[in-house]
């Protein structure tokens, strides 16, 4: 059975950083990604990351500040948030994608979710 459960989240000032983790089951080969909905907005594509860890793909807001990685023995894969801006506030997902290769930005190419982690970015 696939479990995603994220840690990490909280309140942090403009500038600051925060790491999400996503400790996840059910196999290591998958491409996973992280997304967000802030209040009021539809879910969005933050970053993803094939099974192997070498290839990743952001949005363009957070290309240079946020990091995406992965442990594949600890089961783990983190996002690395640097530079957070008030915009970042968001709930923020993982997700393990239906595919092996592809490293989709649609929510529909990710089957099984997480339960969301809250960040909040005062100014």
């Known amino acids: 059975q696939v479990q995603l459960v994220e840690s990490g989240g909280g309140l942090v000032q403009a500038g600051g950083s925060l790491r999400l983790s996503c400790a996840f089951s059910?196999?290591?080969?998958?491409?996973m990604g992280w997304f967000r909905q802030a209040p009021g907005k539809e879910r969005e594509f933050v970053a993803a990351i094939r099974g192997g860890g070498a290839i990743t793909n952001y949005t363009d807001s957070v290309k240079g500040r946020f990091t995406i990685s992965r442990d594949n023995a600890k089961n783990t894969m983190y996002l690395q948030m640097n530079s957070l801006k008030p915009e970042d506030t968001a709930v923020y997902y993982c997700a393990r994608s239906r595919s092996l290769l592809q490293i989709g930005l649609r929510e529909y190419e990710y089957e099984y979710w997480g339960q969301g982690t809250q960040v909040t970015v005062s100014s």
């Open positions: 059910g196999g290591t080969l998958y491409t």
